[in-house]
């Protein structure tokens, strides 16, 4: 390549600009990597948090803080009640990890989990069984 190829590609990358990413994106894509999971849930309905009920079929709540090409990530989800909690969570940062980098370019630095609420996996009438 000669010295004048170079510099039209120096002056093409220039001119291309930059893309900038809201945290607004990530938050979307975090929350619905995480409602992929079968065992995780987020919460619907309510008004300000009061009233919200547990939903296997909601988004989790995710908030990003991000600093240049670094996210911290908070994850607000649900379980399936028996779950290994540990291994469950693990399972969930990882993937999140994974694919918000993939599909951003963005390093996930740290994904902090609060499993907020369990839900049995054989939901019942709520009474007790007399046996």
Same mark, same amino acid.
């Given at each position: 390549?000669?010295?004048?190829?170079?510099?039209?590609?120096?002056?093409?990358?220039?001119?291309?600009?930059?893309? /900038?990413?809201?945290? $607004?994106?990530?938050?979307?894509?975090?929350?619905? /990597?995480?409602? +992929? +999971?079968? %065992?995780?849930?987020?919460?619907?309905?309510? %008004?300000?948090?009061?009233?919200?009920?547990?939903? %296997?079929?909601?988004?989790? $709540?995710?908030?990003?803080?991000?600093?240049?090409?670094?996210?911290?990530?908070?994850?607000?989800?649900?379980?399936?009640?028996?779950?290994?909690?540990?291994?469950?969570?693990?399972?969930?940062?990882?993937?999140?990890?994974?694919?918000?980098?993939?599909?951003?370019?963005? +390093?996930?630095?740290?994904?902090?989990?609060?499993?907020?609420?369990? $839900?049995?996996?054989?939901?019942?009438?709520?009474?007790?069984?007399?046996?």
């Amino acid at each position: 390549m000669n010295a004048t190829a170079a510099q039209a590609g120096s002056r093409d990358l220039a001119s291309r600009g930059r893309t /900038v990413l809201d945290r $607004k994106v990530l938050e979307k894509i975090a929350g619905q /990597v995480a409602s +992929e +999971e079968s %065992f995780a849930g987020g919460s619907s309905g309510g %008004f300000l948090g009061i009233g919200a009920r547990s939903d %296997f079929s909601a988004r989790p $709540k995710v908030t990003v803080e991000l600093a240049g090409n670094i996210a911290v990530l908070r994850v607000e989800i649900g379980l399936l009640y028996p779950v290994p909690l540990r291994q469950a969570t693990e399972q969930l940062r990882r993937r999140i990890s994974g694919r918000v980098s993939a599909l951003t370019g963005v +390093e996930v630095r740290q994904i902090d989990i609060t499993v907020s609420w369990l $839900k049995p996996a054989d939901e019942s009438t709520g009474r007790r069984r007399l046996l």
